[in-house]
T-cell receptor
Framework: NAGVTQTPKFQVLKTGQSMTLQCAQDMNHEYMSWYRQDPGMGLRLIHYSVGAGITDQGEVPNGYNVSRSTTEDFPLRLLSAAPSQTSVYFC????????????????FGPGTRLTVT | GQQLNQSPQSMFIQEGEDVSMNCTSSSIFNTWLWYKQEPGEGPVLLIALYKAGELTSNGRLTAQFGITRKDSFLNISASIPSDVGIYFCAGTHTGTASKLTFGTGTRLQVTL
């Protein structure tokens, strides 16, 4: 989890409330992503960014907004929380794929465990 | 959305045994990645594979990019208790890792 921080670590929301999950990286990576992980499933992509000012939707974007005003920060906003958004949320920061040479870097944050009642 | 088929779902092995797990897809990937996740933490990247047939090692871990580009394999030799965790495969169709598709995970338990 080197270099990627997420806050808060735990959060309980009531249905309809909004909140922002924070993610920051200090490795100067251009690429960042948000995933959610539900029991018995792998990670599913919510939104991603290929650089400051550029974001796009992943597999499960509904109910979430993102922005990327700086290289370091990539917050995820829940607009109106629903019980279906109860999950563990992971932010990732990574370099570009190197192709046949070089090293690929990718780091996940420690996660935010969100419960919506 | 698509998720990769990963097997087995779980494994209970004794310390010292070798472990094999695999991941299959209905479509071609041009990059395969393998991760380990421990309780309460995010996944940690173990191995990245970039071309069909590639075999890459990281200590006691060896992973292979299948020649059909629709599968990948991870082997762990001489397992130890700290190998316990969930192992995930992931792949991408595109030239970047922005859009990864993850497998459902293999839970590994190691007994003494």
């Amino acid at each position: 989890n080197a270099g990627v921080t997420q806050t808060p670590k735990f959060q309980v929301l009531k249905t309809g409330q909004s909140m922002t999950l924070q993610c920051a990286q200090d490795m100067n990576h251009e690429y960042m992503s948000w995933y959610r992980q539900d029991p018995g499933m792998g990670l599913r992509l919510i939104h991603y960014s290929v650089g400051a000012g550029i974001t796009d939707q992943g597999e499960v974007p509904n109910g979430y907004n993102v922005s990327r005003s700086t290289t370091e920060d990539f917050p995820l906003r829940l607009l109106s929380a629903a019980p279906s958004q109860t999950s563990v949320y992971f932010c990732a920061s990574f370099s570009d794929l190197p192709g046949l040479a070089g090293a690929y870097e990718q780091y996940f944050g420690p996660g935010t465990r969100l419960t919506v009642t | 959305g698509q998720q990769l088929n990963q097997s087995p779902q779980s494994m209970f092995i004794q310390e010292g045994e070798d472990v094999s797990m695999n991941c299959t897809s209905s479509s071609i990937f041009n990059t395969w990645l393998w991760y380990k996740q421990e309780p309460g933490e995010g996944p940690v990247l173990l191995i990245a594979l970039y071309k069909a047939g590639e075999l890459t090692s990281n200590g006691r871990l060896t992973a292979q990019f299948g020649i059909t580009r629709k599968d990948s394999f991870l082997n762990i030799s001489a397992s130890i208790p700290s190998d316990v965790g969930i192992y995930f495969c992931a792949g991408t169709h595109t030239g970047t890792a922005s859009k990864l598709t993850f497998g459902t995970g293999t839970r590994l338990q190691v007994t003494l």
